[in-house]
């Protein structure tokens, strides 16, 4: 979802609030907690005062909650708002709430396994004479001989953060968190390069570059050395920091007595925190860059860091937004690729902008016209960078990467483009961060008054001090407006209400037009008072009370991408239990999918075909790895894939599982069936149920995306159908993959390396043995891999 600037800043306190009471609090008593595990023992994920203390009490290790059903081994700050982590043993593969344990055994391992007893992550420290683990007032977990030798410690393998007198040494990197919030790995390192410096590493899924120290200068203009070998550093007590490399930085409140942290953050910057133990918040005290822009990557491909008081994102002209979702995919071109020749280019201006690095070569002393000829006949040219310093400098790019923009830049960025959008309409530049519009126009002397980029900073900023001073002055006014103010707040973020049942029988007439019906209740369509049109949904089989359900209900609703249903709200009233959905045009994938009559031939072909794909991918990872609760569908099937207007998918009755099983005994998940035909084998062998399930139902869907059947009528079993592809792979009969695709799908359309791909992730998605399927973000990695520029082979 995208906020526009504005907007932002009106709704932070209330976004602030709802994010912090989302994360798991600390355990109310420590007093059943261990000091050690000794060899043999075990700690359960079951048993929730099963942690590790140290002696002070400062640290606690044990399983840390990252949703309703994935749990990380980690260790924590025990007196910091929502447990800070410190350091995770498997932070890219959450563990389940049901069986798993961490052990120390008797052969001298300590192994963390899942609930199914498969081992997640282990030490090496097998075959050993070790003895016990405990947590130190260091918050360092070590493991000891009898004697008390370390054999193996927590601090030679961090995370994304070090702790006073843990050292960062050649062996050892800090690598960010994916997100705010989020352990799992990300984008960003800290590690002693090849020639002994210690960096920030931006590491993406298409470029690596080095942003710290600054590009701009030298290793010794950096203040910095290569002339070591030690390649070791360490925060002290003290909160000062020194490096082999001769980095030296201290905290702005140096001095005993202050827990602290140096943490890779999810947005790449390296920043130093001192706990404030009175309200167990954390304070800013030291940073690496004092402006987020020098971060590379973080804005994507061709996209824009643009320096305001606040770093956003941005497309340049004639260029969108990849993944509205997501800004590390960047911006794409609003027109085809380059097919013409070098007269047929014109460019446009952006003032004080330029991207680092992938430069085609580096002209110094040219004219603007020699530097722009020079990119016009070099065909992999995207644009060029020019700074008349006393002399002019051209910089002509192959791949933009690393974009910003700031008003001290001395320099200018012009872009490729067409010259026939020259004399187009489109004179639109939109910042496509936010919601404000300006022109710009291209001149024959191919200099662009680029006036948009001054007037927009002026203008967001007045309409930031409206919001933010007449939302200030809705609070305080008077008491007796305060609930209307927080309801208007609610509204503004989510749109999430609560109807009465009264109001949704008029909304859908009573209930008369029904879209369709499942095992979890009968939808219907309905138009609320406001004109919106909603699909409502009268849940059945819901035994929880109205303070239960509303709990449940709220944290769905606070679930929110681009590729799920929105929930709008709900009904909790007397025995009525109801749902409140955006309304989707298309309907079911499952009308369109399977629709032999003609209609489904016109409107999913192939491009639509791996759209929706994707999408449901997208959907399914946000649920299982990027939102606060982490939930499981159960029920993933083409009738509850719903299509908008665009065939852009929206995954339905995500987290009805939860709602039906909340308060259930241990086996209770183990209750709920899904559909046949899409249920993985856990069900029936009655295994721990994980987001696996759920990886396994996407394969059944992928596989009839691609046939355009059901998979129970392709006259054979899952088993029969994978070995059946598996040996024709294996014979390189190239009919496979012809085999397995829609006859419907129209010739010329068929991406025929989009359809290999597809096949062989939906054989790693159906595979018997949960522990064989990738996660689902691992599925979407390698989905999008192919999702640019596609080139159509004809239909086999």
């Known amino acids: ?79 910091s708002a929502n447990k800070t982590v410190a350091w995770t043993a498997n932070r890219d593969h959450p563990i389940n ?26 030490t090496n420290t097998t075959s050993t004479d070790a003895f016990k683990a405990e947590l130190l007032n260091s918050g360092n977990l070590i493991i000891t001989n009898s004697v008390g030798n370390v054999l193996w410690q927590s601090f030679d393998s961090p995370t994304d953060t070090i702790l006073p007198s843990q050292p960062i040494t050649k062996q050892s990197k800090l690598v960010s968190s994916i997100a705010n919030g989020a352990l799992s790995s990300g984008y960003y390192s800290l ?36 002339y070591n070998s030690t390649r070791h550093a360490v925060l002290d007590d003290m909160g000062r920091f020194s490096s082999s490399d001769h980095l030296q930085f201290n905290a702005s409140d140096a001095g005993p007595g202050i827990k602290r942290r140096l943490t890779v953050d999810y947005d790449g910057n390296l920043r130093l925190y001192s706990l404030n133990e009175s309200d167990e918040s954390w304070t800013i005290t030291w940073e690496a860059l004092a402006q987020l822009c020098n971060v590379h990557g973080a804005c994507g491909k061709n996209g824009l860091c643009v320096y305001q008081h606040a770093p956003q994102c941005s497309c340049p002209p004639y260029y969108e937004m990849r993944d509205q979702s997501d800004w590390k995919r960047g911006c794409k071109l609003g027109f085809d690729s380059f097919n013409y020749s070098p007269d047929k280019y014109t460019f446009v201006e952006v003032p004080h902008t330029d991207f680092y690095g992938f430069d085609n070569g580096v002209y110094t002393n040219v004219t ?39 008003p001290n830049f001395p320099g200018s960025f012009y872009f490729r483009i067409p010259g026939t959008l020259k004399a187009s309409n489109f004179s639109s530049f939109q910042l496509t961060c936010n919601a404000t519009d300006a022109d710009t126009s291209t001149t024959d002397s191919l200099h662009t008054i680029w006036v948009y980029f ?55 007439r009573n209930f008369k037009e029904e879209l369709g019906r499942g095992g979890s209740g009968a939808v219907y369509k309905g138009i609320l008072n406001d004109k919106r049109v909603v699909a409502v949904k009268r849940l059945i089989d819901v035994t929880q009370g109205e303070d239960e359900f509303w709990a449940e209900v709220s944290t769905i609703g606070k679930i929110n991408h681009m590729n799920l249903v929105r929930l709008y709200g709900f009904c909790s009233e007397d025995k009525h239990r109801l749902l409140v959905y955006e309304y989707l045009e298309m309907g079911s994938l499952d009308k369109l999918l399977f629709n032999w009559s003609g209609t489904g031939d016109t409107l999913l072909g192939w491009k639509r075909r791996f759209k929706i794909a994707v999408g449901v991918a997208k959907g399914l990872t946000y649920l299982h790895h990027e939102c606060l609760e982490w939930v ?16 852009e998918p929206k995954i339905a009755d995500f987290g009805l599982a939860k709602l ?64 059946l592809v598996k040996d024709k792979i294996a014979s390189e009969d190239e009919s496979w993959v012809g085999d397995l695709v829609d006859m419907r799908i129209m010739k010329g359309e068929l991406n025929m390396k989009q359809a290999e791909m597809m096949v062989v992730i939906a054989l790693l998605c159906v595979e018997e043995d949960s522990n064989r399927r990738p996660t689902m973000d691992a599925v979407v990695e390698h989905l999008v891999a192919d999702d640019e520029e596609p080139h159509f082979h004809p239909a086999m």
């Open 1 to 79: 979802m995208m906020i526009n600037s504005s907007s932002f800043f009106f709704i932070a306190p209330l976004l602030i609030s709802i994010i912090f009471s989302s994360f798991p609090k600390a355990s109310p008593s420590l007093t059943h907690s261990k000091t050690t595990l000794n060899r043999g023992s075990s700690l359960s994920i079951e048993h929730e005062d099963d942690i590790l203390t140290s002696p002070d009490g400062s640290f606690s290790c044990g399983f840390y909650k990252l949703g309703d059903n994935a749990f990380s081994f980690s260790i924590w700050f025990t007196h």
């Open 97 to 122: 709430g049901r069986g798993s344990r961490i052990t120390l055994r008797n052969d001298g391992t300590m192994v963390l396994t899942d609930g199914d007893g498969a081992v997640v992550w282990a």
């Open 191 to 226: 590690y002693f390069d090849s020639d002994n410096v210690l960096r920030l590493l931006y590491d993406g899924p298409e470029i690596s570059s080095v942003y710290w120290p600054s590009n701009n200068f030298d290793v010794f203009q950096n203040g910095r050395t290569k």
């Open 368 to 406: 603007f016209e020699s530097c722009k000829n020079i990119c016009l006949n070099d065909s992999g040219c995207q644009g060029f960078g020019y700074r008349l310093l006393g002399y002019g400098q051209c910089y002509p790019k192959g791949v933009l990467f690393n974009g910003f923009s700031s």
């Open 454 to 508: 001054y007037s927009f900073v002026c203008a967001v900023g007045a309409i930031e001090f409206l919001f933010v001073a007449s939302g200030w002055w809705f609070l305080f006014r008077k008491r007796d407006v305060l609930n209307e103010v927080e309801e208007g707040y609610q509204m503004i973020t989510s749109q999430f209400r609560r109807f009465t049942y009264g109001e949704l029988k008029k909304a859908t």
């Open 632 to 647: 499981i569908h159960c029920d993933v099937k083409p009738e509850n894939i719903l299509l908008d207007c665009d065939c």
């Open 660 to 723: 039906s099983q909340r308060g259930a005994p241990a086996s209770g998940l183990s209750k709920i069936r899904g559909t046949k035909g899409y249920m993985a084998p856990e069900w029936a062998m009655n295994l721990p149920i994980t987001g696996k399930v759920d990886v396994y139902s996407f394969g059944v869907v992928l596989l009839e995306i691609l046939k355009g059947k059901r998979v129970l009528d392709w006259e054979m079993d899952m088993r029969m159908l994978v070995r």
